[in-house]
């Protein structure tokens, strides 16, 4: 199915007055009786990760590991800070054969989005500097949804042309929809540990925009917050910035979808996974033990220092570390304990 072979790009224009139109060309070629099919599962995995800068080389790395942890069939990857021909070089070297950009806003922003063609067929709809909507056709399922990528500017006037955008779409499709991205913006106190309290007008425009499309919160497991200041007590903010949402439609396509929290390294933003057909964690629970292992890998003194709040009280300090370092464990440098039964078999 090809609904347009490039794609429209706009900027900073509400996306009804072009792109959106070819939305009514779905209907024509059965799309949307296709994506009612019975839901099925589908071991299929998706990474949003706001890198906080592309050019890193840290980048490299941590991107490495996340691909060959959960072997993902799509990766958005938010605030690269780089755009035009220096983003497709960048793209071009990582183990995908589909990908979009958008342009940075300045110095800040930039989206990708990469795929894997054995999985899914994209299909690009329209484009600006913060968001990028396709529709995902998921090969082992014949099924398709709309996927919204999105990096909301950290500036409100822009945010709220965002939301606008957003909004004007929901009237225009029947298709089950996903939205994943960074947002810049809180639903409620949940969301935010530390720092200036919120801002309920800003709350609100948000809550709105998310009701006038019917999207759901689709929750998380893990730590709470994906996004911290890095600063000294006092002074430290934590915040639930990157996540996902689904109308009615997709959640009932795949209704065992869940998001996961990942160790944060490199970025102050930690990845965020969303396991299509997740079948939750082993219930085995074990004491936590240091394994000397972890010191031989690069990324364990980040995983440290994210962890570690200086001045901050010392119970609370080995709690987060404990969390965090087991997620690490388990999502960046492998199971250890799986590890030493292969070593010893």
Request: aromatic fraction near 8%; charged fraction near 25%; hydrophobic fraction near 40%.
């Amino acid at each position: 199915m090809v609904l347009l072979a490039h794609g429209v790009e706009f900027s900073r224009r509400p996306l009804r007055e072009l792109g959106w139109r070819l939305l009514s060309k779905m209907e024509t070629q059965n799309l949307n009786e296709e994506v009612r099919a019975t839901s099925n599962s589908v071991r299929m995995n998706i990474i949003l990760w706001n890198c906080r800068g592309a050019l890193n080389p840290r980048f490299h790395v941590t991107l490495k590991n996340l691909i060959d942890t959960h072997s993902p069939s799509i990766v958005i990857v938010t605030e690269t800070r780089v755009g035009g021909e220096r983003a497709k070089d960048i793209t071009d070297r990582l183990p995908f054969d589909g990908a979009l950009h958008v342009d940075t806003i300045g110095y800040f922003g930039g989206i990708w989005v990469l795929w894997k063609s054995d999985d899914v067929e994209v299909t690009q709809l329209a484009k600006t500097e913060q968001e990028i909507h396709v529709v995902v056709k998921v090969r082992a399922l014949n099924s398709s949804w709309l996927l919204s990528s999105i990096y909301a500017s950290p500036r409100l006037e822009e945010r709220k042309l965002l939301w606008n955008n957003l909004a004007s779409i929901a009237p225009l499709h029947e298709l089950p929809w996903l939205l994943l991205g960074a947002f810049n913006e809180l639903l409620s106190s949940r969301d935010k540990l530390g720092g200036n309290p919120l801002n309920l007008r800003r709350v609100q425009l948000f809550k709105d925009c998310l009701d006038t499309y019917g999207m759901v919160d689709l929750g998380f497991h893990g730590p709470q917050f994906t996004w911290v200041n890095k600063r000294e007590e006092g002074h430290f903010i934590q915040e639930r910035l990157d996540r996902g949402f689904a109308n009615a439609e997709w959640k009932s396509l795949h209704p065992k979808a869940a998001i996961h929290h990942l160790a944060r390294t490199h970025s102050d933003h930690c990845p965020v996974l969303l396991k299509l057909d997740d079948h939750g964690p082993s219930n085995l629970c074990r004491p936590f033990r240091f394994q000397p292992m972890w010191m031989s890998h690069s990324l364990f003194p980040e995983v440290v220092t994210d962890s570690w709040t200086e001045d901050g009280p010392l119970k609370s300090n080995v709690e987060k570390f404990i969390a965090d370092v087991k997620i690490w464990n388990r999502e960046v440098f492998g199971d250890i304990f799986q590890r030493k039964k292969k070593n010893r078999g």
